[in-house]
């Protein structure tokens, strides 16, 4: 299936009503009773099937704290309880689970900054790679395991990472004068592939959601 948001028209980041609003309007622009005497009704009950199904799994997805059983080679990372039991890094983890990224992303900025340790940086790695921002999910990941390197999530998901970062091409490269980059030469392909692959490996227990 496509991606059940960009079939619907929204963000990963859009709240349930209005997945749910999108979700009425392409129904009704695409309700077969409309197109019953014309050439279009098979295009139009094959799209309608479409919708329907997206806006199943983006349900499933929210559900299941933003995993999806058809999204195979995914990973759910910053899911669960929070290790320290911090109360507002259990509510970024569910923020994160649900797909509301941006405001997993401002209350992790309201963190005052001598208090962003390890798993600050690990749940803003997730956060990262539901952006698709693979060089800065790295480099948070990277610096949580500095900070706790015997914490298997944060440590599974920089290793998952970087093995599909290598696998797409190489690998990240860090150049002192243009800071951090791509090493495949064509970047956007890279990315691209990335996205599919490993798209939203973070949220659940087994490790993230998220790219």
């Known amino acids: ?49 479409e919708v329907n199904a997206a806006y199943e799994e983006i349900k499933k997805m929210r559900e299941n704290g933003g995993s999806s059983s058809n999204r195979g080679g995914q990973y759910n990372y910053g899911g669960g309880t929070s290790a320290s039991g911090d109360p507002t890094y259990n509510e970024i983890r569910r923020l994160i689970n649900i797909g509301n990224i941006g405001q997993a992303e401002q209350k992790l900025y309201s963190v005052a900054e001598p208090d962003r340790g390890a798993e600050w940086n690990f749940l803003m790695g997730c956060v990262m790679l539901r952006r698709g921002n693979y060089m800065d999910a790295q480099r948070y990941f990277d610096i949580a395991c500095s900070l706790d390197p015997y914490n298997n ?25 243009q800071g951090s980059g791509c090493a495949c030469s064509t970047c956007d392909i890279c990315s691209g592939l990335m996205c599919a692959d490993c798209c939203c490996e973070c949220m659940g227990g087994d490790l993230i959601s998220c790219c």
């Open 153 to 177: 999530e944060y440590r599974t998901a920089q290793n998952n990472l970087r093995n599909r970062a290598q696998g797409y091409g190489g690998g990240y490269r860090t150049n002192n004068n």
């Open 1 to 49: 299936m496509n991606d059940p948001y960009k079939v619907l028209g929204v963000s990963p980041d859009a709240s349930d009503d209005e997945i749910k609003k999108a979700y009425r309007q392409l129904a009704r622009k695409y309700h077969p009773d409309k197109y019953r005497d014309s050439d279009l009704a098979d295009l139009a009950s094959e799209k309608m099937k």
